[in-house]
């Protein structure tokens, strides 16, 4: 196969990538300051990015270090330390609610009834929480409400967690059926105890007891809960 030669002339010829290497160098030589801001301009939003994950990670552990402290200290029954504590710790994540719920133990543990409605109110009423702490919040606070002498509220607050799905489900149906019937409504006591045989046998045999205690109020009404 017959090959081109090159000719004197060809090699003269400018090669096409000098030529746009060429271009891009006298541009960036003419538009330099802009190029020079370009570049700063980028390193500080890295810079800027790596800063605010540092951040958040930095808070992120003080609030958890903040929150074992302060339940190291309520479970050692320091509740006046306990609170201070739960005070500071910052409202990253959902360790803001968790402490909010804690200071309702607390409050609890001191026999300030409507201290405790307040916290559990202020979980229970944050609607992107998990379920399980929202449920978790609205039946210690239907347990606040009862002791401060409101039935209908903390009824009503029973009634909430029992819709929830969660680990509170069946003892909130049950306490509602119990201040249903103290109230002489046997039909919705009636009602209650039945969801919560229902709703315990299908958890399983970890809700054995809560299932038995249902079927004795059941028959303390004269009722056998429904097939």
Do not use: C, H
Request: aromatic share 8%; net charge negative.
């Amino acid at each position: 196969m017959a090959t081109k030669r090159l000719r004197r002339k060809d090699l003269r010829q400018p090669d096409e990538f000098m030529e746009v290497t060429g271009r891009v160098w006298q541009w960036l030589v003419a538009n330099q300051r802009s190029v020079y801001a370009a570049a700063i301009a980028v390193a500080v939003v890295v810079a800027g990015v790596a800063g605010m994950r540092g951040y958040q990670s930095s808070r992120l552990e003080g609030a958890s270090n903040a929150f074992r402290k302060a339940t190291t200290l309520l479970a050692d029954g320091d509740d006046t330390a306990a609170i201070e504590a739960l005070d500071g710790v910052a409202p990253v994540a959902n360790y803001g609610a968790l402490a909010e719920l804690y200071r309702g133990y607390a409050a609890l543990d001191t026999g300030d009834a409507p201290g405790a409605v307040a916290a559990f109110e202020g979980v229970a009423g944050q609607a992107s929480l998990p379920s399980y702490l929202r449920q978790e919040a609205l039946y210690n606070l239907a347990f606040a409400q009862s002791l401060a002498g409101s039935a209908a509220e903390a009824l009503s607050s029973y009634v909430a967690a029992g819709e929830l799905p969660g680990p509170f489900r069946v003892d909130a149906l049950l306490n509602a059926g119990e201040l249903s019937r103290a109230e002489g409504r046997e039909d919705a006591a009636r009602e209650f105890y039945e969801r919560a045989v229902n709703d315990a046998q299908a958890d399983g045999s970890t809700q054995d007891d809560l299932r038995r205690v249902a079927e004795r109020r059941l028959a303390a009404l004269g009722l056998a809960a429904a097939p």
